[in-house]
């Protein structure tokens, strides 16, 4: 790394922990462009973290996420607090920039002096952020921004990322969603503290009312001292319901905590009680266990995959590419990229010792790979509760004329958690 490189972000990190607005923006920049001189100054900017309620306000594209967010944050100034938003806009898939356009619906608070908005593309990540998301919510946090509302892509069942990112998270929904709760419930309905049906003046507001709380009634029940998610019905424009919604996200705050993103990056998911043998595996006994479960899927087998590494919620998998893996192009057909992305998502999220089911899951495809080209699939453990667990699998590209290896695909996964040994599920369940 250029020691220039490093001072700039050093010097800039020192003024943006004094609070200098123009320090704050640059410093954003370098983060956005993945400068290598800020690795150097994360560490600081989250020693400095932790203070900030950190809101994630996201839902389905059309939702009214950035009317709420401009109403939102106009109270909050209003409150004496300094607000930052995080606005994360989808990129174009031909030149990757995008219209960055929170900035504009939000234009009547950006000269606030207690308010930055800072938009980012979210350049083909998957999960509704962007890969500077997280350094963007450290920095303003260390600079002494007490609320900070991140606002995500508008997502759909499984972008999911926010879950680890926020301390509260806010799923907006639009009246009407009807057979679509059942669709997307799965998915990011189920990451939410609190369910906003928005556009509260339209007949139709009560009724997706109605079903979001049928929709709680079905799953499991909160314990005493668990949070459990509220409905509430808003409309921006009349102001109606906003008073009421950003209580219960004060209230949300108070009772469980600032600085989730903090803490660690996974989220260790199965009770003592349910734990397995095996945590205290090494690195050959992990990737012994994770493989013989390979060895005994037939569609592995199919791939010719083989396992390289495992752990507690990861797997990283391998294959070359053959002539039986081409599409009539001659290139690597996407379903076999697919499947090595899915074979290390199900070992992955497998590894506890419990049965996880595959809810949904999506990848996209940022180039193509030949035959004779190795494909390595890792899978890493984003969140993992009682019942359901989120997974994320990049793979990479090692071609033959490759200096370094490329990535050509991301794969996200929900799963369900089933209360059954993984070695117990075809000796009982399929029987039945």
């Known amino acids: 790394m250029d020691a220039v490189e ?12 004094a609070g200098e ?11 956005d462009d993945g400068d290598p001189g800020v690795q150097a100054v994360l560490p600081t900017l989250m020693a400095h973290a932790g203070r900030a309620l950190v809101v ?8 009214g996420k950035s009317t709420l967010l401009n109403v939102l944050t106009g109270q909050w100034l209003a409150q004496g607090h300094k607000v930052a938003v995080v606005a994360i806009d989808p990129s174009s898939p031909l030149t990757g920039g995008a219209v960055l ?5 939000m234009g009547e608070h950006a000269s606030h002096p207690n308010a930055f908005i800072r938009s980012f593309s979210a350049r083909g990540e998957l999960g509704g952020l962007s890969h500077a ?11 002494g921004f007490d609320r900070i509302i991140v606002e995500t892509v508008g997502t759909g069942q499984s972008e999911t990322a926010i879950y680890e990112m926020a301390d509260t998270r806010v799923v907006v929904c639009p009246p009407g969603l009807g057979d679509d709760v059942q669709a997307i419930k799965a998915g990011v309905l189920e990451i939410a503290d609190i369910l906003v049906v928005s556009k509260g003046d339209t007949p139709l507001a009560e009724i997706t009312r109605r079903e979001l709380r049928e929709m709680l009634s079905l799953r499991r029940q909160a314990a005493a001292g668990e949070w459990r998610t509220r409905v509430m019905v808003v409309s921006s424009p009349q102001m109606s319901g906003i008073a009421e919604l950003i209580e219960t996200i004060e209230t949300h705050g108070r009772e469980t905590g600032r600085g989730k993103r903090l803490q660690g990056r996974k989220v260790q998911a199965v009770e003592p009680s349910q734990e397995p043998a095996g945590d205290a595996l090494d690195e050959q006994g992990w990737r012994d266990r994770i493989g013989s479960w ?19 919620g990861s797997a990283t998998v391998t294959m070359v590419v053959q002539t039986k893996h081409l599409n009539f192009n001659g290139a690597c057909h996407g379903g076999a990229i697919f499947s090595l992305a899915d074979a290390a998502f199900g070992l992955a999220s497998n590894s506890h010792g419990l049965l996880a089911l595959g809810i949904n899951a999506s990848a996209t495809f940022q180039m193509a790979a030949l035959e004779g080209d ?26 033959q004329d490759d200096a370094e290896p490329t990535l050509i695909s991301t794969f996200t996964g929900t799963v ?3 209360n059954t040994p993984v070695g117990d599920w075809n000796s009982t369940e399929t029987k039945q």
């Open 294 to 312: 390979a060895a005994r899927d037939r569609y592995c087998a199919l791939l010719g995959l083989s396992v390289l590494a495992g752990g507690p």
């Open 416 to 418: 369900y958690v089933k």
């Open 56 to 63: 994630g306000v996201t839902g389905v594209p059309g939702s």
């Open 133 to 143: 998301t997280r350094a963007a919510v450290d920095c303003f946090d260390a600079a």
């Open 374 to 399: 190795t494909l390595v699939a890792r899978a890493t453990e984003v969140h993992r509760g009682r019942r359901t667990g989120i997974y994320r699998v990049d793979v990479m590209r090692h071609g």
């Open 6 to 17: 490093s001072s700039l972000a050093q010097a800039l990190t020192d003024r943006a922990l």
């Open 101 to 105: 356009g929170d900035r504009i619906r």
């Open 21 to 31: 607005r123009r320090a704050i923006a640059r410093l954003l920049t370098l983060i």
